[in-house]
């Protein structure tokens, strides 16, 4: 089919680069980036001569998600935008978790060259990201899914998503949740929000907050930026959301 303007599809292998590329430049200053990172100064605050190689290290540690999500069978879905000579532009990315799957397996990991954010981002990475936040994250999840008679394994997850900071207000997420919705349909669909802009913005879309919660406490600021001044280690807040299938 030939597209006039922008439309949702879902992401060929050879798109995961210029993905991972632009949702890196999404998640410069993101608290829960920050935090996984160990960052003391945020990518976005960096030198122009650190930057680049900041901003690489936090690709990587996206591409290895996307990857990881289309391992397991799930989607990853595109808003790309047609141009008048040469490939489409990709501009908003979406990643879709199917019920009953997770993409934390070691298998699944090692496929998704999960080494190159531990060569990067080193240990602390690996234990904030799989020790403290997914474990962390599930349990609230399985909780609310259980008081409300759902099976826990049960749901999509919105695993991340993005749009192009260059190209963000202009609807293409909801393009992204509109075909996304359709696609769960009666199923529960859970993320979490890291930031009070995507919190308003999921809240917008439906989802309702579970439950609220503090990482980081005595170990990083409100940026999720690592900080010595005990007073300034506040932690960051997340919010676990949950949109309901409309028989809930
Ligand atoms: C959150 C994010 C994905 C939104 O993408 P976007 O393409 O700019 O969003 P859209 O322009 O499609 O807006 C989405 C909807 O939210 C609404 N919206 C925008 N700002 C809002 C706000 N502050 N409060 C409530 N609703 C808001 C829009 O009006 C739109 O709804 P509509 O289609 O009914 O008009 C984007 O800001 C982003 O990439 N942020 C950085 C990465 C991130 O935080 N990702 C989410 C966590 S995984």
Redesign the pocket.
């Known amino acids: 089919m030939n597209h006039q303007g922008p439309y949702v599809r879902e992401a060929r292998p050879s798109d995961f680069d210029e993905i991972s590329a632009f949702d890196a430049r999404?998640?410069a200053d993101?608290p829960e980036m920050n935090w996984f990172g160990g960052l003391k100064t945020a990518i976005a605050d960096e030198a122009p001569t650190q930057k680049a190689g900041s901003l690489e290290n936090l690709r990587l540690f996206l591409d290895t998600i996307n990857r990881s999500v289309a391992l397991v069978g799930g989607r990853v879905t595109v808003v790309a935008i047609p141009q008048e000579s040469g490939p489409e532009k990709l501009v908003?990315f979406a990643a879709w978790v199917p019920p009953h799957k997770v993409i934390e397996g070691t298998l699944t990991s090692l496929r998704a060259k999960a080494h190159r954010s531990l060569f990067a981002w080193g240990f602390t990475m690996w234990w904030r990201a799989s020790v403290i936040f997914k474990p962390t994250i599930g349990a609230i999840v399985k909780k609310a899914l259980k008081a409300k008679s759902h099976q826990e394994t049960d749901h999509y997850r919105?695993?991340?998503?993005?749009?192009?900071?260059e190209?963000?207000?202009?609807?293409?997420?909801?393009?992204?949740?509109k075909e996304g919705f359709e696609r769960c349909g009666s199923k529960p669909i859970t993320?979490?929000?890291?930031?009070a802009?995507?919190r308003?913005?999921?809240?917008?879309?439906g989802f309702e907050i579970v439950e609220s919660l503090t990482l980081g406490q005595g170990v990083v600021d409100s940026r999720g930026l690592n900080t010595k001044d005990k007073g300034a280690a506040t932690g960051f807040p997340v919010c676990v959301m949950i949109k309901w299938p409309a028989s809930t």
């Open positions: 999404a998640f993101d908003a919105l695993e991340i998503t993005a749009t192009d900071p190209y963000q207000g202009k609807g293409y997420s909801s393009m992204l949740m993320l979490e929000a890291t930031t802009h995507s308003d913005v999921y809240a917008h879309q």
